[in-house]
């Protein structure tokens, strides 16, 4: 095995007796750093057999009755090495560079702010961009301050993306997209908002992220391969009031139960900040269980959680019926619980992902494999 270097290893535990674990323990012990997983159908193990393999690095011991399960294993096998030869593109500064996130072995493509800003101005409307706008004005639970040109302009985005990401052979893209939507609309370095273009791209199980935070993008790239679901970035707001917490943010898939499924109910708007563009505020389906996972921060390190989607905090209609007043944040603002959690102050991190369903154990699975430590978030 160490001569042949595999990506991953599958060792498969067929008898109670020896040999069984007398050959198991040593392979497990001393494959290398090969990704390695010994999967024990029921009948084969005892307490006594699995405690050799229990914290070894890089190797998940799958004792259980679920032959289907292996499936899933080979995808956390894939998803290891699929992250190591992932490259994501960080919008960020004014030089192209590149550097590997160690431990991972991601690559992060590093591209100037004002070139994307040159990308964004050339590009024209096509037929492709008009069929995708007509989508999001068809499919649209409603739509308040947008109009037609600002979601061509923001499918605009949306193309200009998946052209950089071919162009610099990237699977994702994190932008640091504040400063540029905030400049003077016309200006050279002005950016079109881009929270409908990376809500689309999540929907395609593709990255696409705010504010170059190159953990969350590392995070949601992990969820797409591990679970084949989209996480929401937000931002974390505690209520202390009822021990909550309230994650939003102005961009949201809507795809939140898969990449092949429907599409939960979206509202157009507009980036809460500026003003302009088109955000989608996404309504998250209250009383089902949610995760919170955020990724290496620090290096090396994953947390996770589970909570409960409470509400969506929506925005009131104005007084006059024709305009709504400021609530909520930013334009997707959920209310969650966090299970295991005495005060939602203590609640770790920034950016969090939450990922519709409980995945806790499947993160905590992929990171005894993968060799990150898992904390509570």
């Known amino acids: 095995v160490k001569k042949e270097k595999p990506d991953g290893l599958i060792v498969v535990c067929m008898c109670l007796s020896p040999p069984g674990w007398k050959v198991v323990n040593p392979i ?3 494959r290398g750093d090969i990704p390695t997983i010994v999967f024990s159908p029921v009948g084969t193990s005892f307490t006594q057999h699995l405690q050799e393999t229990r914290d070894v690095d890089g190797v998940f011991v799958a004792a259980t009755e679920n032959e289907e399960w292996l499936a899933h294993g080979l995808r956390m096998l894939d998803t290891t090495w699929q992250m190591a030869h992932t490259r994501l593109a960080i919008v960020r500064g004014n030089k192209k560079r590149e550097k590997r996130v160690k431990g991972l072995g991601t690559t992060l493509r590093f591209y100037p702010e004002k070139d994307l800003c040159r990308l964004a101005h050339k590009q024209e409307v096509t037929d492709k961009i ?29 193309v200009v993306c998946r ?4 162009q610099e052979n990237c699977d994702g893209i994190s932008i640091n997209c504040l400063p540029l939507v905030s400049k003077e609309v016309g200006s050279k370095n002005h950016l079109w908002e881009p929270c409908l273009a990376f809500a689309r791209l999540r929907d395609e199980g593709i990255v696409g992220g705010c504010e170059s935070d190159v953990h969350a993008a590392l995070g949601s790239r992990l969820s797409h391969l591990l679970i084949q679901r989209p996480g929401f970035m937000q931002d974390p ?3 202390t009031v009822d021990n909550t917490l309230v994650g939003a943010h102005c961009t949201c898939p809507t795809k939140l139960r898969g990449f092949n499924s429907d599409p939960e109910p979206f509202i157009l708007r507009s980036h809460q900040e500026s003003g302009r563009g088109v955000a989608p505020q996404v309504l998250w389906p209250e009383g089902e269980k949610v995760t919170v996972m955020d990724m290496w921060r620090p290096k090396g390190t ?3 959680g589970t909570g409960t989607v409470l509400k969506n905090i929506e925005a009131s209609p104005g007084k006059d019926g024709s305009s709504y007043e400021e609530a909520g944040g930013c334009r997707t603002s959920v209310e969650i619980s966090v299970d295991g959690v005495e005060d939602t102050r203590d609640v770790f991190g920034f950016h969090q992902l939450f990922i519709l369903g409980d995945w806790k154990n499947e ?8 060799g990150i430590k898992v904390k509570h978030i």
């Open 130 to 158: 008009r069929a995708v706008a007509s989508y999001y004005r068809k499919n649209a639970k409603s739509i308040v301050e947008p109009d037609k040109k600002d979601i061509l302009n923001a499918v605009k985005q949306y």
């Open 237 to 239: 707001a505690p209520l």
């Open 363 to 370: 993160f905590e699975n992929y990171g005894q494999l993968a």
């Open 28 to 30: 497990a012990k001393n």
């Open 163 to 166: 052209s950089l990401m071919e």
């Open 302 to 304: 994953m947390h996770v």
